[in-house]
């Protein structure tokens, strides 16, 4: 991966891939099969590279860093597993999902290992402030997904719900990554709540940007097949939109297609989406928590870590895949 945003951080950054290699070692071959799968899928890896920034902005000068940007990759990746089982989905990062080639008795599995073998690392670790702020994050990741799947093939949802889901299943993460790697490093105060909340700013853009490329991305460069929300059945802010401001028979059209499913009707949404103004609705959302991300930073001290988070956040939101 070379991104400009990775230059601060790139030892480090090597050092958690193969801190990630050496504790996805299993005496049983499946994990074993599945994890080397996993390692070979890739992946930006936004999520540990926000604690390795938000651990050097603060000064930090330790190791435990590493250990801990890898507990957020394993976190993020068992819910991956779990999320790809309950979604039925069959690609991801331009490859079949690990239900999709070993069946979802063993992704499920392979997620549990994943997630235990998180808390074994943060247990080492032995910050139990660090303990507190992710076990509190995978509680309310799992209650966001939760809230998503009670909202499948809700035409009803309100855009107030939609971002209660997304800051849960979505933003909750990348502000432990944040928040954790500043309380690793002994942040003041001051500088523990703009790492916070630039990682929550970060995270909401991030799934904005990811639900507007559903609808005008393009499979290849995403790594996932576009319109996948629809088929599943989520209802994003670029048809709650739509939902809003379209005709009344462009309502109906819309409702018709959320209830039914599938993607056959794939581009006549895409082309309400964007007539309606639903796409560059949720496309000025994520700007303005771009600008709420930046506004964030700008207490921390000058460094190059801070200069890379800043760059993280325009990349997010200006990213095509």
């Known amino acids: ?13 090597g050092r958690v891939d193969d801190l990630i290699r050496k504790n996805l070692n299993s005496n049983v071959p499946l994990v074993e099969e599945i994890a080397a799968y996993l390692i070979e899928a890739g992946g930006k890896r936004l999520r540990p590279l926000l604690v390795l920034l938000a651990a050097k902005a603060c ?8 250990k801990l940007a890898a507990v957020i990759e394993f976190l993020h990746t068992a819910m991956l597993l779990h999320d790809d089982v309950v979604d039925e989905s069959d690609l991801r990062r331009g490859r079949k999902t690990v239900n ?19 808390f074994e690392m943060m247990v080492e670790i032995g910050n139990l402030r660090i303990m507190q702020i992710l076990s509190r994050a995978t509680n309310l990741i799992s209650e966001g997904e939760v809230q998503q799947l009670a909202n499948l093939r809700n035409p009803a949802i309100t855009e107030n719900e939609y971002f209660e889901i997304i800051n ?4 909750m993460l990348f502000q ?6 500043a309380v690793l490093a002994g942040a003041d105060g001051k500088s523990e709540t703009a790492l916070r909340d630039f990682g929550h700013h970060l995270g909401i853009a991030f799934q904005l940007v990811d639900d507007q490329l559903d609808y005008q991305g393009d499979t290849s460069e995403l790594g996932k097949n576009v319109g ?7 209802v994003t802010l670029p048809l709650i939109v739509a939902l809003k401001q379209g005709t009344e028979d462009e309502q109906s059209f819309i409702k018709e297609t959320i209830l039914k ?9 895409i082309e309400l989406a964007r ?3 639903g796409l560059r609705y949720t496309c000025e959302a994520a700007h303005k928590n771009r600008c709420l991300a930046l506004d964030d930073l700008e207490s921390l001290s000058d460094s190059p870590y801070k200069e890379a988070m800043s760059t993280l956040i325009n990349f997010v939101v200006d990213r095509q895949s």
């Open 1 to 13: 991966m070379s991104y400009p945003f990775l230059s601060a951080v790139q030892d480090d950054f």
């Open 59 to 66: 000064g930090y000068q330790g190791e435990d860093h590493i």
């Open 100 to 118: 999709s080639a070993w069946g979802n008795a063993p992704s499920v599995l392979v997620g549990d290992f994943l997630h235990s073998r998180a």
């Open 168 to 171: 849960r299943k979505t933003a």
């Open 176 to 181: 432990a990554a944040s928040h954790t790697g």
């Open 228 to 234: 996948d929300d629809l088929a599943e059945g989520k």
């Open 261 to 269: 499913g599938g993607t056959e009707r794939l581009i006549e949404v």
């Open 275 to 277: 007539s309606t103004g």
